[in-house]
Nanobody, 122 residues
């Protein structure tokens, strides 16, 4: 099945930048949507940004002016450029993909990476 591996997390100061990357690999028929969620303790995993194949990206209101999602469909990778980071951006960031598992599959499935920690602190 599809595997997603994130990289690029770390510790940055408020106002700094990070670029997260996610690479998808493994047998899959078609990846339709790729994006990023984040989660902090005590809260539900929330959508940060996503981008469908051939479509426009969708951002949460809290990050729209600061983050940029990009995708290379040929390589099945998705990046998240995070600028003007705030302490409230601190979370584990998860890459996800909505994909059709195989040619014979009638429904799409959601796949998740293991997550990468982003900490914004002075």
């Amino acid at each position: 099945q599809l595997q997603l591996v994130e990289s690029g997390g770390g510790l940055v100061q408020p106002g700094g930048s990070l670029r997260l990357s996610c690479a998808a690999s493994g047998p899959i028929f078609r990846v339709k949507i790729m994006g990023w969620y984040r989660q902090t303790p005590g809260k539900q995993r929330e959508l940060v940004a996503e981008i469908p194949s051939g479509g426009s990206p969708n951002y949460s209101d809290s990050v729209k002016a600061r983050f940029t999602i990009s995708r290379d469909s040929a390589k099945n990778t998705v990046d998240l450029q995070m600028n003007s980071l705030k302490p409230e951006d601190t979370a584990v960031y998860y890459c996800y993909a909505a994909a059709r598992p195989s040619l014979s599959s009638l429904i799409d499935r959601n796949y998740w990476g293991q997550g990468t920690q982003v900490t914004v602190s002075s």
